[in-house]
């Protein structure tokens, strides 16, 4: 039974505020733990005209890291307070629209109490932050909050969209990998179930292997695949055990690897200390110091690294709180003089006589450091420091000079410290204890903490800084191991270690060192519980930017939103990217776009708030840029390549591909998630081939489709007619990779307002005119290249093109085509850089705060932002942001791909590209894989099989005729290729010879060269390749019989209608040669026929 209507609002009011709240509590914690709250890291306030005058307008100003949770609650407060009628006054009083307005027409729905509209939002937030350069960014803010496109904002949807952001940034930070693959755990048996009290990493001899000693003095070797190898046990000595004496039992307490002198330390509770030979992996004990005046609880050892022969230094730290030193002089020469004997066992040295070895090594004592038990030590040799931590909560920690003549720093933590790391680069000092917690301080303030990580709920046992990563390892006694970052003091990972001895409600006895950080590449991280042990692989930090990329796929489409000033990537792996093009971080991570289908292409809608998708299949989707929702999913006219969308209106869109039909879509019930698709194009669908690029002019309502066969044709999109064909049915000609609309050019009705790239060649093309042809150039700057990205400044001056090469060239096209003309001129290059290793699949260019940018998508699976000039902003995914407003914070030209070409030599280099197409452009076999390779490389293998089996039937096509060496044709009129202009003859032969070379090469004389994008892409494009051909197959509306079976053009229809292999018989009548009776064959007549000479 329904609720009355009263009841009904007041239940979805209740509803609102309980979500709401929620809303609210998950975004305090989000900004506790980025530490917005911190009083030194306040923004400064607006208030007074000293501030305002000295505030930076070049600073990076998203308002989303400005909130703080007082400005939060006041939002809330304004919300709350908020009456439709005060904002229908408002809007009485109010001369003119938001700026916006027009642009994405709101709805005229009746407002609820709660809504706000922009000028609301930023009256309230100028309010907030009192500066008056925000304003762009509140509506920049606003139109992000404002999901729905109403024009309105509430309380619900600024939380939403705030707890979003945060979540995505937390997903960037924790998305840095720091262990890999899973974690390798051991069972010691031989510690005869006595907890481990230390590990060891031992690097010589190599390779690296690990040492761990028990409780009870077992030392067991392991190699680096964590397996027990062999073990020592320290024997009792042989004098006490034959008197009789009772011998009690005692413990291990710690053990230090001495590098320099190949040996290790372990220290015992029966105040002595064994040294082993670990020179090789059978190790032995060689000297015995014994009769100490203290326990010793815990060593630490420095040598010099660069001159290892140089004093080192051995300290331990005992039970009484005293700090031992124990400097070892002449490392080369040995620790202790060692006499001759012929006894066995090791040289036991008391510590009294320790003068004897006053040669070798010096001992100094520093007494009563702490009042009790030292549980660490280290030493700083920049700074002769020593770092000691105990239980004690009035001497927590120590830092004192080794001379005992500087200033003492001292911590007071309750409960004392457990474990400390140190790290003099950072200047960090972390220390952890019984009280469950993580505290970060500083090296010379022990009064205040600089953070207090509280996410344990054990003891903490130990912890290590892991420097390459900025990250902190933390490990308690219920054998959870945490992951923190130390810029944002947030916990990035929580692994749960379950050994197979932990129990529910029983805490095993463990060692007092469980972590051990081995810094040899590979680089493992070991952590010990009770009698098992643990080892994690670590992720390499040490990796340069030339292993940076941006996608795990290559890259299918690149695309900047004006509108948010976001830059979106989509890869192959169905995976879609939104990028901030300010400061180059990610904003939104949408994976499994359409499951395993690969993203084929991507367009904004008109007003630019929703991303719409295109993939292998078919499948199309429309998303909310913002919040990453699927707003409507496209109904797949045929299991076909979607190979562009396109936007026609604010609610209607349209899709081409390999259906090789225009279809439209019309989404204006918002409602609907499943919209149907239109396949009724009143001009019917008159392209023969796929349809591989389209583009759109609003100002004129033209449409240009063009195929895989070269046609191009342009539509009215009122009447849904042909309005021209710019090249129909062409015979042999190559495919058209891409065709763009110059937009600024439309009202110039005799001049060129169309470019279109076929293999490699840059057409233009007037629409309105008699000559339709106005010029072509070959844009590559090397021979046999393709041209897949194309895109303009919004004046249409400045032309950018981008090949398969990777090169990207800024062309000066503001005089260029504005007449129709026969002479083949190339306009003015302005730039040319290398800009990635693959293929340039995608590019647009971009104009923000009043300069011009280029982003560019390779299939190297990198995505950049550049210059107009060709300098490298950075590289979408980089951990290092930059300032689009400051160039200091570029990457400049220190990619891996940096290479420049001066324009001057330009010419040079086209002339060379056209001279080793010259011979190959007149050849329409060749032409025909270059249109496979133009489908971005995914036919090639299609079209070699093809040719190869024709070349195999045939002696028509054989390779050499196709280098251009006999049997040349050329086309005539309009579909005649550009000559190349005369050049340098030195380069030129080079460069004709390298061809050659080429050529031959694949024509069969030897095993085919792997492609440029690697043996693996080219594995994977074959696994493609067969795909479409299984898709092929299901096409109900291809005619074989109209193939033609041995022409000169080798589409994908007739290379996968073509059979291996076929049989025929011959007529039994024909005479047969000489030569041919020889060779065993016969004919029905008995005559032969001689060979005539002519």
């Known amino acids: 039974m329904p609720l009355p209507p009263l009841l009904q609002k007041r239940a979805h009011a209740l509803q609102r505020q309980l979500l709401s709240a929620s809303l609210l509590q998950e975004l305090e914690i989000f900004l506790k733990r980025q530490g917005t709250q911190k009083a030194e890291k306040r923004r400064p306030s607006f208030t007074n005209e000293e501030n305002i005058l000295s505030f930076d307008q070049n600073e990076s100003l998203h308002l989303e890291e400005k909130f703080r949770l007082d400005d939060l609650y006041a939002l809330e407060e304004v919300f709350a307070r908020h009456s439709v009628l005060a904002e229908e006054v408002q809007d009485a009083e109010r001369p003119q629209k938001p700026p916006f307005a027009k642009k994405l027409k709101p709805k005229k729905t009746a407002r609820r109490e709660g809504n706000l509209t922009l000028r609301e939002f930023q009256n309230v937030l100028s309010h907030l932050f009192g500066s008056e350069y925000l304003d762009e960014n509140m509506e920049l803010l606003f139109n992000k909050v404002d999901t729905s496109c109403d024009g309105f904002v509430d309380w619900s949807e600024f939380c939403t969209y705030m707890l979003l952001q945060y979540k995505e940034r937390d997903y960037v930070i924790t998305r840095k990998m720091t262990f890999l693959g899973s974690p390798v755990m051991r069972l010691c048996t031989r510690n005869k179930q006595e907890p481990t009290s230390r590990m060891l990493a031992i690097s010589s001899p190599p390779p ?585 400044n919004e004046s249409s001056s400045v032309l950018v093109s981008g090949d398969t090469s990777g090169f990207i060239h800024a062309w000066d096209v503001s005089r260029y085509a504005l007449q129709a003309t026969d002479k083949e001129e190339r306009p003015p290059l302005l730039f040319s850089w290398k800009a990635h290793a693959g293929a340039v699949v995608s590019m647009d260019c971009l104009l923000f705060d009043s300069k011009h940018f280029v982003t560019s998508g390779s299939s190297d699976r990198t995505a950049r932002l550049w210059t107009m000039d060709g300098k490298c902003v950075g590289t979408f995914g980089q951990s290092k942001n930059w300032n689009l407003r400051d160039p200091a914070t570029y990457q400049h030209g220190t990619t891996p791909d940096s290479e420049r070409w001066n324009p001057t030599e330009m010419g040079r280099h086209g002339v060379e590209g056209m001279e080793g197409r010259e011979g190959e452009e007149g050849m329409e076999s060749r032409e025909g894989e270059k249109g496979m390779e133009s489908r971005g490389g995914e036919e090639s293998m299609e079209s070699r099989g093809g040719e190869e089996g024709m070349e195999s039937r045939g002696g028509e096509e054989d390779m050499q005729s196709r280098g251009g060496e006999e049997g040349m044709e050329s086309r005539g009129g309009e579909e005649e290729t550009p000559a190349a202009p005369s050049g340098e003859g030195e380069g030129r032969a080079e460069l004709g010879s390298n061809v050659t070379a080429v050529i031959s090469q694949e024509s069969g004389a030897g095993p085919r060269r792997p492609g440029i994008l690697g043996r693996s892409v080219q594995e994977e494009l074959t696994k493609i390749s067969t795909t479409k051909k299984d898709r092929r197959r299901l096409a109900p509306d291809i005619d074989v019989n109209k193939c033609h079976r041995f022409g000169q053009l080798c589409s994908p229809f007739q290379a996968l209608a073509m059979p291996d292999m076929e049989e025929f018989a011959l007529p039994g009548n024909l005479p047969v040669w000489r030569r041919g009776v020889g060779s065993g064959v016969e004919g029905t007549n008995s005559e032969t026929r001689e060979r005539k000479p002519s």
């Open 208 to 792: 690296l292997w690990f040492i761990s000693v028990s409780k009870g003095g077992v030392l067991t070797t392991w190699n680096t695949a964590l397996n027990p190898q062999k073990s020592y046990e320290i024997t009792f000595d042989s004098k006490e055990t034959q008197s009789g004496k009772r011998r009690f039992k005692y413990w291990t307490t710690d053990a230090v690897y001495l590098p320099n002198v190949h040996k290790i330390a372990m220290a015992t509770t029966c105040r002595d200390i064994h040294f082993f030979d670990v020179s090789t992996m059978n190790m032995f004990e060689e000297f015995h110091l014994f009769a100490l005046n203290h326990v010793p609880t815990c060593f630490y050892y420095w040598y010099n690294v660069k001159a290892p022969g140089d004093r080192s230094l051995l300290l331990w730290g005992d039970d009484s709180g005293g700090v031992n030193l124990l400097w070892l002089l002449k490392p080369n020469s040995g620790v202790f003089e060692k006499p001759f004997t012929r006894q066995p066992g090791p040289h036991r040295i008391y510590m009294q006589e320790l003068r004897e070895h006053s040669s070798l090594l010096a001992y100094q004592a520093m007494l009563n450091i702490h009042p009790e038990a030292i549980t660490k030590l280290m030493f700083i040799p920049e700074q002769e420091l020593i770092v000691s931590s105990s239980g004690s909560s009035t001497t927590s920690v120590v830092i004192m000079d080794i001379h005992q003549k500087g200033k003492v720093y001292t911590w007071n933590i309750s409960k004392g410290v457990r474990c400390f790391d140190y790290s003099k680069s950072m200047n960090l000092l972390v220390t952890g204890g019984l009280d469950h917690k993580v505290r970060l301080w500083n090296q010379y303030v022990p009064s205040r903490p600089v953070a207090v990580l509280s996410e344990h709920t054990m003891a903490v046992l130990d912890v290590v800084i892991y420097e390459p990563l900025r990250q902190i390892f933390s490990y308690s006694k219920d054998s959870v191991l945490k992951v923190w970052d130390i810029s944002s003091h947030s916990c990035l990972q929580t692994l749960v270690l379950k050994f197979p001895c932990v129990q529910p409600g029983r805490i095993h006895e463990q060692g007092n060192f469980s972590f051990l950080l081995a810094s040899q590449n590979p680089r493992h991280l070991l952590v010990s519980y009770s009698d098992y042990i643990g080892m994690l692989r670590l992720a390499r930090a040490d990796r340069g930017e030339d292993a940076l990329v941006t996608h795990d796929a290559p890259l299918s489409g690149v695309l900047y939103n004006s509108f948010f000033h976001q830059v979106v990537t989509a890869s192959e792996d169905s995976t879609v990217v939104v990028w901030d093009v300010e400061t180059g971080t990610k904003s939104l991570l949408l994976n499994n776009v359409h499951g395993s289908e690969e993203i084929t292409c991507v367009a904004f809608d008109r007003s630019q708030r929703k991303l719409i998708t295109g993939a292998r299949n078919g499948g199309l989707k429309i998303w909310n840029i913002q919040n990453g929702h699927n707003l409507h999913r496209l109904q797949p006219v045929d299991e076909a390549e979607v190979t562009c969308v396109l936007p026609l209106g604010d609610q209607r869109l349209l899709s081409v591909g390999w259906n090789r039909k225009i279809i439209l879509y019309d989404t204006t019930n918002t409602e609907n998630m499943y919209v149907t698709a239109n396949a009724s194009w009143k001009g019917g669908h008159q392209h023969k081939e796929d349809i591989l690029t389209a583009d759109f002019c609003p100002s004129l309502g033209l449409l240009v489709t063009a195929s895989f066969d070269g046609e191009i044709i342009v539509w009215n999109t009122e009447t849904q007619r042909v309005y021209v064909y710019l090249r129909e049915r062409p015979r042999h000609h190559p495919p058209v990779d891409k065709v763009l609309f110059l937009q600024q050019r439309s009202s110039l009705k005799e001049s060129a307002i169309l470019v279109s790239s076929e293999a490699g060649v840059l057409r233009w093309w007037g629409i309105f005119t008699h000559h339709k042809e106005f010029g072509c150039f070959y844009a590559p700057g090397k021979p046999d290249e393709s041209v897949f990205g194309l895109a303009c």
